[in-house]
């Protein structure tokens, strides 16, 4: 059988016959030398023969190609023993069926020793004599393999983190964050020991508050030096963390013994809050010497961190209990204690340089959190979200609930504007973090607005300024700050007008549907179209939808708006159809905003306008963003669900932009997901835009979903896009949002400005 194979080791490219590439035996053999894998034909089965090895195979596991064809036990011998049994109890099955392709990453051991990880991409075929052969690639994914672990790894770290930092919010005690803190350090960085020990009032000894492999009955009882002479002691004194790798070779201080134990490594970090009044000392000990990784220190010190603001934020709640003046949802200060201290603070501004701001905030979309998960939940949210508004700032400032989500922050002897800046850049930093609802994960932004006092100034009209800044930061898209200036003012007034304005809007007709164009990448023809509102006034024009469908969603004019879209686009779907029935349908996109996904009459009042328009339910799609999905993805779950027993396709938009995972791509009943422009915008000049893209087409295909691509505007996306399988595109290469008219004349004489299938 060996002799069915070219100098190449390829079945049926004999010297001098071409493949369809062009290219003789002699030339593959050239080009599987510069192949960065080992190409390989083999018999299926554990001693199967191997016919052919390309070079790269000793670069890779240590193996001339003739060393490993002349052991045909070889590669079942190399495989990891961890790995054996299932890879070839896989690769017979896999054989058996004579499977069209396979990839399998399993280990493998090189020559020396090492372990290397293999991606085995193989197909099985019959040659001309009848016989079954494996005909592959091995790929060393060993890299990739221990980037992802290390990855993983961090991320544990960093959930660990957040759900310690979510339970101190939460009203944990100080003992059980201790124990959960000192078990997620022993499990997460692979240590014997851990513990949290407290420095004693007089400050020379240390005690142990908590601890992982350690008798409970030394908690409280067992005593450390806290002297300069001791791991814990020196950490305390220089302030930063302490890594010891082999405390044989440790020269700084004593090795600590823990009874007839004696350690091997130890990491210890300082747990200090801001007043900078040490609490004590987190550590970690191995029993064997190791090295720490820099995030092996980061996590430690993160956890550390939590505690020592869960430590300092309960003697401040301590404090605020004991005024008369505060909110009972939260235990903030309330708007009449605020402004009583904002007035003293503005009084004292004449005797001094320094300065003071308002920060007036509220949290974005928070009527959506009431309306859909109800008012406890709500309250849930206020209360959760007081602590972390105080973990941003100094023990100086203070921090109120006005009512509702609104909260003023007065921060007192500052040196600029820069100070509130930083402040309202941290607020922001911390509420990244997902807060924790009834059980479920939610992600929840704010928006802040800042107002300079100098001297001279009155609280009211302070506090009216933050207002107005707050605002603006909402009109520009939110979860972000912004500072006043006069022209906010106008701009308020102007806000309110549009608002008013707005509600007369649908009455008076002055609302239209535009439609762009959803283009095969195939054939380029029109296969769908994505319906847009357009608002145009009376008296100022065309009103863009960034500037109306913010304050729509907010006061609740949203759902009207989108059910008049909804039916109106449907309508015009139906009417396309009945002009062409003997052609394919036209699909129609209608997107969804947040608070029409949180409805749950929503597939009803869809089910309503597909009766009343007579459309087809497999022609409508419905959008919703990745923002949304992650919000209530619960319950999401039973809306989409109801929407997809109608029939309609369901389609995720704006893919790549938000923080939706893979759980919830296959809990969810989508469709269709849509790759959004800020990656499309890159393809053929920026790498990365080009491997994420490409990552999310070849997701979809896995997960068996079609795939869209925004923002196509050149040749060069549509080719990048092609090449890649990306297999329908929208964007201004092809067409603008334009009248229901040109969408028609395009469906009875060809979409005159789309490319033609030589461009």
Same mark, same amino acid.
């Given at each position: ?5 070219? #100098? ?52 890779? @596991? ?60 193989? $197909? ?43 339970? !101190? ?31 004693? %009032? ?33 950490? @305390? ?51 064997? %010497? ?16 939590? =505690? ?71 309250? *849930? ?13 100094? @023990?100086?400032?203070? $921090? !109120? ?108 007709? *002055? ?5 762009? %164009? ?47 879209? =909804? ?15 003997? #052609? ?35 022609? @409508? ?16 779950? *039973? ?108 469906? *009875? ?11």
């Amino acid at each position: 059988m060996v002799g069915d194979y070219d #100098s190449a080791g390829l079945p049926g490219a004999g010297q001098g016959e071409s493949t369809s590439g062009g290219m003789a035996g002699d030339g593959y053999s050239e080009l599987l030398e510069r192949v960065p894998a080992i190409v390989y034909v083999a018999d299926p089965g554990e001693d199967g023969l191997w016919y052919y090895a390309s070079p790269q195979i000793e670069h890779i @596991l240590g193996y001339t190609p003739a060393q490993w064809c002349a052991d045909p036990d070889l590669w079942a011998a190399r495989l990891h023993p961890d790995d054996r049994e299932w890879v070839l109890t896989r690769e017979a099955r896999l054989a058996a069926d004579a499977c069209d392709g396979a990839a399998l990453e399993y280990r493998m051991l090189h020559r020396d020793g090492r372990v290397v990880w293999i991606r085995d991409d193989s $197909v099985i075929v019959r040659d001309e004599a009848g016989e079954l052969r494996w005909h592959g690639v091995l790929s060393d994914v060993t890299e990739r393999k221990q980037v992802e672990a290390e990855l993983e790894r961090r991320a544990a770290q960093q959930a660990a983190v957040a759900v310690l930092g979510e339970h !101190a919010l939460e009203g944990a005690s100080t003992e059980e964050l201790m124990h959960e803190a000192v078990r997620s350090a022993a499990e997460l960085l692979g240590v014997e020991l851990a513990a949290v020990w407290e420095l004693l %009032p007089a400050e020379t000894e240390l005690v142990l508050r908590s601890g992982l492999g350690w008798p409970a009955s030394e908690f409280g009882n067992l005593r450390y030096p806290a002297a300069e002479g001791s791991q814990a002691g020196y950490t @305390l004194m220089t302030g930063a963390p302490v890594v010891v790798e082999d405390w044989d070779a440790e020269t700084r201080f004593a090795q600590p013994r823990y009874g007839e134990r004696r350690t091997g490594a130890g990491l210890s970090v300082k747990i200090e809050g801001r007043s900078r009044e040490p609490f004590g000392v987190l550590i970690v000990q191995s029993m064997t %010497p190791r090295a720490f990784a820099p995030g092996d220190v980061d996590y430690l010190q993160a956890l550390a961190n939590v =505690l020592a603001d869960a430590l300092e934020r309960q003697a401040i709640e301590d404090a605020i209990r004991e005024r008369a003046v505060h909110d009972p949802l939260t235990g903030l200060p309330n708007r009449v204690l605020f402004v009583d201290r904002l007035e003293h603070a503005l009084a004292r501004l004449g005797r001094s340089e320094a300065l003071c701001a308002i920060l007036f905030l509220d949290l974005d979309h928070f009527k959506l959190v009431n309306d859909s998960l109800g008012h406890h939940v709500g309250d *849930e949210l206020l209360t959760a979200a007081a602590p972390r508004l105080k973990q941003a700032l100094r @023990l100086s400032d203070t $921090v !109120a609930r006005f009512g509702g989500d609104e909260f003023g922050i007065l921060l007192e002897d500052i040196s600029s504007e820069r100070d509130a800046i930083e402040t309202a850049e941290r607020i922001a930093a911390i509420f990244a973090r997902p807060f924790v609802l009834s059980g479920s994960e939610h992600f929840v932004t704010t928006s802040i607005g800042i107002a300079l006092a100098r001297g001279g100034e009155l609280a009211d009209e302070l506090i009216r300024d933050a207002d107005a800044a707050m605002y603006r930061a909402k009109d520009r898209g939110r979860a972000r700050y912004e500072v006043f200036d006069e022209g906010m003012r106008g701009r308020a007034i102007e806000r309110l007008r549009v608002e008013n304005d707005l509600r007369r809007a649908l009455e008076r007709g *002055e609302l239209r549907l535009e439609y762009q %164009p959803v283009v095969s990448l195939r054939n380029f023809s029109l296969v769908g179209v994505e319906a847009l509102v357009r608002w145009r006034h009376p008296e100022r024009g065309e009103i863009p939808p960034s500037d109306f469908i913010p304050i729509a969603e907010e006061n609740g004019l949203i759902e009207p708006i989108g059910r008049w879209v =909804l039916e109106r686009a449907c309508r015009q779907a139906a009417e396309w159809y009945a002009a062409r029935p003997d #052609s394919a349908p036209l699909t129609m996109s209608v997107n969804l905003s947040a608070v029409q996904v949180t409805r749950r009459s929503l597939p009803d009042v869809v089910a309503s306008i597909l009766r009343s328009t007579g459309l087809d339910p497999a022609c @409508l799609s419905l959008e919703i963003t990745e923002t949304v999905m992650v919000r209530d993805a619960e319950g999401l779950g *039973e809306v989409l669900g109801a929407l997809k027993a109608l029939g309609v396709r369901l389609v995720l938009d704006d893919f790549g932009t938000g923080y939706s995972s893979l759980s919830y791509l296959t809990r969810l009943p989508l469709d269709v997901l849509k790759v959004d422009r800020s990656f499309v915008d890159g393809l053929g000049s920026e790498p990365r835009d080009t491997a994420i893209t490409e990552t999310i087409i070849a997701m979809s295909r896995a997960l068996s979903l079609d795939v869209v691509a925004e923002g196509v505007e050149t040749s060069e996306h549509v080719r990048e896009l092609s090449r890649l399988g990306c297999g329908l595109a929208q964007g201004f290469h092809f067409s603008r949002a334009v009248p229901a008219e040109e969408i028609t004349r395009a469906l *009875e004489h060809g979409p005159a400005w789309l490319p033609t299938l030589n461009t």
